[in-house]
């Protein structure tokens, strides 16, 4: 049948059945990225399938990591600088139209991660299947890069689903597991992994009939009128989480669904131009950025045995609790220390809650708490490959925990410390190894927050930090390698900024309107807001402790609050009143005028100190200061990052305004060192050639 053709990225295959399979595999790659020589590849073979007729086709994955991770978005970079988005979408919607028009039935087989690309190929097939394990995910992530579906994505799953399903999912692009998906609709069917081909060719004899109220849904949900009355409904819902100006692409994908008509030809051109337009925005360009950013992170500890089974930790706090319950979880061995049982269960407890959300069965759930165990006596330090303490904030309380521990290291035995703002000089000052010691500095809530900040001192062997970052990568987490000076990067930065902001809350600015501003910025939660959530104490700790170091005080009034045993969302009370775990936030004057420099004060206040990172070599460069602030704080995803927000500003124009600043509120805002570095006064790279 393919007599002649000769493929790099597809295997085809005959049986004597007549059934075609064939089977992505991109050469030299370990994940299928669709780019344009594999829909190259894909257009011969279609024009060759729709000349011969066989019985059926089956495509599937030959990459055990899934079916496909969607485009190549190295090569949509390039087409966006060269302007040459739409010709390149248009290119990748024909092949996948001719292969939704080809004259016998098809099966899409999904293993493993089916995202963006791959899921818009799967819909061009007539019927999907998919394996039933947890590895299958399927989406269509496209949001999170500032544009949305382009190869027919908007075109046809509201129609195959309904639209009351399908936008949710590309205007959140949440994965579905194959159970989800099968309850939606989005696959005909799942067969055990070891199956999966086999029952897809039985979905070929034996096409699955969708159900009529599906297929009712799907049709109503899709017509001219709903459509227009729909529309309004969801993008006053999105614009209830995501502004217009700050986050384009999903108002746009509404609109291209709204004006949608029953051609999919129509559909497709104008998802086409929808695309292409989003391409060009400086938010596209600064997410897909990061995204390259996102992948350097994680590659950090790529190529590195960490060779860490047995971690122990010393001190069951919410931190050091929940430190533990995650690596058990990713599959480690676990000790637990505490002063006595009493503070190490209510961390089992959570431990048991995390267990029951992620995995879902009891077997499961009990399996993952046996490599949890309490250990009061600590005599889980000699047997361990890592330690970590994560007791509270008092230098000499961690030194003194370390001189009662690491004579019981094995040779191996890393120490690290969960310290948030201690110098990794002090803390390693009197210790016997302090090679083998670092700074492992997990945020809050664990379980959520994906930064952790590798931490540095001058003595530490090279081999352990590898070791370290391959660690954090095995925990799903994104590691970035700080100098362990005060705060390091993260806190240094967020602290400026929260500061600043308790001090306009002290000079009678409510707090509502100091969480509103931040949030118009672009800022995922307002600052008193977070100060609440983080807790007063933590605040005014790690305040003591940077304060100093970045020449700020402690604005007044925290230590009243603490001394009330007003801490914030824990105690129920603090700059807010909590119920349910949410903040009851006051009515703010109708005729109350903000100060006019008032979001200025806060932001300013954070690249500055972002950018006196960067000229103390906090961090390696400026991509790695960005990626580290964004996933460590949330700071504004749509602007790139601290240093990418003053190149798009101009560095010149910030530094005039806060010496502006500095005139009118105090020396606090006078330019630091490193507005002269170049890195503030160039374009950023391509995000390709992350």
Same mark, same amino acid.
């Given at each position: ?94 092949? @996948? ?119 009712? $849904? ?12 729909? %529309? ?44 292409? $337009? ?5 938010? #596209? ?6 995204? @390259? ?90 047997? #361990? ?14 030194? %003194? ?23 990794? #000089? ?20 664990? #379980? ?243």
């Amino acid at each position: 049948m393919f007599e002649g053709l000769r493929f790099t990225h597809w295997k085809t295959g005959v049986d004597d059945a007549g059934i075609v399979t064939l089977t992505l595999d991109r050469a030299g790659s370990s994940v299928n990225a669709i780019s344009r020589a594999v829909l190259d590849e894909l257009e011969q073979i279609v024009e060759r399938l729709a000349i011969e007729k066989p019985l059926g086709v089956i495509i599937h994955s030959a990459k055990p990591a899934g079916f496909a991770v969607g485009a190549d978005i190295k090569e949509f970079v390039t087409y966006a600088a060269q302007g040459s988005v739409r010709e390149n979408i248009e290119h990748g919607q024909r092949v @996948f139209e001719q292969l939704a028009r080809l004259p016998c039935p098809s099966v899409a087989a999904v293993h493993g991660a089916c995202m963006g690309g791959g899921t818009e190929l799967i819909l061009a097939c007539r019927q999907r299947i998919a394996a039933d394990d947890e590895s299958t995910r399927i989406a269509l992530p496209e949001v999170m890069l500032g544009i949305h579906p382009g190869w027919g994505g908007t075109a046809r799953l509201p129609r195959l689903i309904g639209a009351t399903d399908a936008l949710p999912i590309m205007l959140t692009g949440r994965t579905l597991s194959a159970r989800r998906a099968l309850a939606l609709g989005v696959i005909d069917r799942t067969a055990p992994p070891a199956e999966l081909l086999a029952e897809a060719r039985a979905l070929l004899r034996r096409p699955h009939a969708r159900p009529f109220a599906l297929r009712a $849904k799907a049709w109503a949900t899709n017509l001219w009128p709903v459509r227009q009355v729909l %529309a309004p409904m969801v993008v006053k819902q999105t614009a209830a989480k995501v502004r217009k100006e700050h986050y384009p692409a999903p108002f746009a994908m509404i609109e291209v669904w709204r004006r949608g008509g029953g051609s999919i030809q129509h559909r497709l051109a104008l998802e086409a131009r929808s695309v292409a $337009k989003l391409a060009d925005t400086q938010t #596209a360009h600064n997410l897909i950025r990061i995204f @390259f950013l996102q992948e350097r992170l994680k590659n950090q500890g790529a190529g590195v045995e960490h060779g860490i089974e047995h971690v122990h930790v010393v001190g069951a706090g919410v931190m050091g609790g929940d430190i533990a319950a995650w690596c058990a979880l990713k599959g480690m061995q676990v000790t637990l220390q505490d002063r006595e049982m009493k503070f190490i269960q209510p961390a089992l407890d959570r431990a048991r809650a995390l267990y029951e959300k992620k995995l879902k069965s009891n077997d499961k759930v009990e399996a993952t708490l046996k490599r949890l165990h309490a250990d009061v006596d600590g005599k889980g330090v000699a047997d #361990a490959d890592l330690a970590i303490e994560a007791i509270y904030e008092n230098a000499e309380a961690k030194k %003194a925990l370390y001189a009662a521990i690491e004579p019981q290291f094995q040779a191996d035995e890393i120490l690290a410390s969960n310290t948030s703002s201690i110098p990794l #000089a002090e803390l390693s000052a009197g210790l016997r190894q302090p090679q083998r010691f670092l700074g492992l500095h997990f945020f809050n809530p664990v #379980a959520q927050m994906p930064l952790v900040e590798v931490v540095r001192h001058a003595g530490l062997d090279e081999t352990v930090e590898k070791r370290a970052l391959a660690f954090c990568k095995a925990l799903g987490k994104l590691p970035i390698a700080v100098k362990g000076t005060p705060g390091f990067l993260v806190n240094r930065i967020l602290m400026p900024y929260l500061l600043e902001a308790l001090r306009l809350y002290s000079e009678g600015v409510p707090g509502p309107v100091l969480d509103r501003e931040a949030k118009k910025f672009g800022m995922p939660m307002g600052p008193i807001e977070l100060a609440d959530a983080v807790g007063l104490d933590v605040c005014a700790s790690v305040g003591k402790e940077l304060a100093p170091f970045l020449g700020l005080e402690l604005p007044p009034g925290i230590e009243e609050k603490l001394d009330a045993g007003k801490r914030g969302k824990k105690d129920g009370q603090g700059l807010y009143v909590w119920q349910d775990g949410k903040p009851v936030k006051p009515e703010v004057d109708p005729d109350y005028i903000p100060p006019a420099d008032l979001s200025e004060r806060m932001i300013l206040a954070m690249i500055n100190e972002a950018v006196a990172c960067l000229a103390d070599g906090v961090v390696d460069d400026a991509d790695l200061l960005d990626a580290g602030v964004i996933f460590g704080t949330g700071f504004a995803p749509f602007r790139g990052g601290p240093i990418a927000y003053a190149r798009s500003e101009g560095a010149e124009v910030i530094k005039g305004r806060l010496e502006k600043l500095a005139r009118q509120h105090g020396e606090r805002f006078m330019p630091k060192s490193g507005w002269d570095l170049p890195a503030l006064h160039e374009a950023p790279p391509l995000p390709a050639s992350a």
